[in-house]
């Protein structure tokens, strides 16, 4: 065991998208754990949407990142010491840890990782709080019906391709919304996807949503936001059912981008649109865990990792998360 | 009885707001009533904002009215002559007569009016679709708990007026947003809101949101969209609720205006924006009619009307209603 830590913290607040200068590598003392405590030593981070928002000031999703603090994220490592009979050394956990590559938490704040399940990293993606947010906002912010036609902005980051995997399950048109020519094939060969466009390769998003959702849309799952939501929500269907999980398009932006409002559209199609954070399915993570397994051991869901490795690459591997850059779930391999 | 009928056709396709050079008054021989059909001398008709979509060419609606067609709506009347055993002479109903002096129509296709509940007219307002509408977007879309708080936009309208009193009922506090002095004292002294405000005074739509919702805001009946809209958003609370009845602020724009975007907010919030139409519970009318019929019974909601006389006033009534001139339900008095 090394006598320092490293540790990545927030340098400044960024402005606009964030820059690899807005984080600084820091060292520190190894952290001591207490009773009741766990000292975990990190394998893999995960970098995710939502901390562009912790970053900003004033999210409204939690405690704002402070300047000078650690970087809020989720690791999945391997407990090192124990003062708690919950855990033992060499036990696998997932945990809010932050970005460093050893972490002190109370043993009971930390979820068990069965190594047999999957690779341990799978508990940063479909075994996960992403795969979590893709069944619980699928499932139960959206109730697809079979036949009916599921929309995914986003679709190949974490969230967006389980999404349209758990949609086909649920025998749905699946159809997906990503960066790039490869994210398309990934999403098309890959996953199962109905159909997917680039709308990078497209400056009319409605013509493409028109000729890939010829029957209009049920469920749009929107990890985006901007143009491409405008489009989806005037393609949706009567009694149509949006689920609002990500904005990733508006995060960089420090005052409200204009847009066409739409509002108006919702009453005549007694359309829904639903803002969700996972935690409000706390009650059932279980339920989900459970299915998600299933499915991962069943083959009938896939999933993609994009790794970079080192946490001194962490910042870049976050900026190019928010650019889109990764295909399925972004991590940072620490050890 | 006249040889002679009065109508109001569609002349144009409004642009913009609609100008009283928009319709015409015409006259058509009187209509007879075959097999199954009555004939029913109009008393009242009701204009309501929902018409402006119907004139607008691609309403999403329903059906838009083709110029030189009579234009829809509902009228309150009288049974003149009855070919179906469901009516007689005398009796008093309620159907989409459209705006004209007489109509006919198929007898089942009549709601049949109980005038010992309250005067003919309520069947175009606190007994009629107004009534339902806030009745079930109200209860239905936005299950208020008590103790909540409650903001209306359009307050002072045939639903709006309707909802505030609903949610005091349910002990929810209720806020109202309107456009006169005269519309604030109607909602806060005859109606028992627990505060409005003229938003014609005060360009800070936020800053007397939040002096008046200080808790934040659980619920958001909009009628209105538009800047009012935006503020609201941006006050509402964790898993906050809007139901999207109405944008009278946008119908008159040929283009869609522009607005910040907000869909982010709903995340954090685990907030729902619903669109409805009162036809959604069609198969629960009669428990609205019967539940609006005891309150107003019970001296527990009151409502108002604003009559003008004569069906050559119809296009003048329905555009004054539009820009907000009326006071509670806008009905023209036909007989």
């Known amino acids: 065991m090394p006598a320092i830590n490293r540790q990545i913290t927030l340098a400044s607040r960024p402005a606009g998208m964030p820059k690899v200068s807005d984080f600084h590598l820091v060292e520190s003392p190894m952290?001591?754990?207490g009773p009741?405590?766990?000292l975990v030593y990190g394998l893999y981070l995960s970098v995710d949407p939502y901390m562009r928002a912790r970053i900003g000031g004033a999210s409204g999703y939690a405690k704002p990142v402070e300047p000078g603090e650690v970087m809020v994220g989720s690791v999945a490592g391997e407990v090192i010491e124990s003062h708690d009979p919950r855990l033992?050394?060499?036990?696998?956990?997932?945990?809010m840890l932050g970005w460093q590559e050893y972490a002190v938490a109370q043993a009971k704040s930390l979820r068990k990782i069965n190594p047999e399940l999957a690779p341990v990293s799978a508990a940063l993606s479909v075994l996960g709080m992403p795969g979590l947010t893709a069944y619980f906002g699928l499932l139960d912010i959206c109730?697809?019906?079979p036949g009916e036609t599921v929309l995914i902005s986003g679709a190949a980051g974490a969230v967006g391709s389980l999404v349209g995997q758990i949609a086909r399950i649920k025998r749905c048109r699946a159809i997906g919304i990503a960066g790039s020519k490869e994210k398309v094939r990934f999403l098309t060969r890959d996953l199962g996807f109905d159909a997917a466009f680039n709308?990078?390769?497209s400056a009319d998003y409605a013509a493409k949503i028109r000729e890939l959702c010829p029957?209009?849309?049920?469920?749009y799952f929107d990890n985006v936001g901007g143009a491409i939501t405008d489009a989806a929500i005037a393609r949706l269907n009567v009694r149509g059912r949006v689920a609002v999980c990500g904005q990733i398009s508006q995060y960089n932006s420090d005052e409200p981008e204009m847009g066409p409002r739409w509002l108006g559209q919702l009453i005549a199609k007694?359309?829904?649109?639903e803002g969700f954070l996972v935690k409000q399915f706390a009650g059932r993570f279980e339920e989900g865990y459970r299915q998600l397994a299933a499915w991962l051991h069943d083959g009938k869901i896939q999933y993609r990792e994009d790794v970079v490795t080192g946490i001194e690459n962490a910042p870049r591997a976050f900026i190019g998360m928010l650019q889109g850059q990764n295909i399925g779930k972004q991590l940072v391999k620490l050890a």
């Open 31 to 33: 952290p001591k754990a």
């Open 36 to 38: 009741g405590e766990a």
């Open 88 to 95: 033992a050394p060499g036990d696998f956990v997932e945990g």
């Open 143 to 145: 109730r697809p019906q």
């Open 199 to 201: 709308y990078k390769d």
């Open 215 to 219: 029957n209009g849309i049920d469920v």
């Open 270 to 273: 007694q359309a829904k649109v």
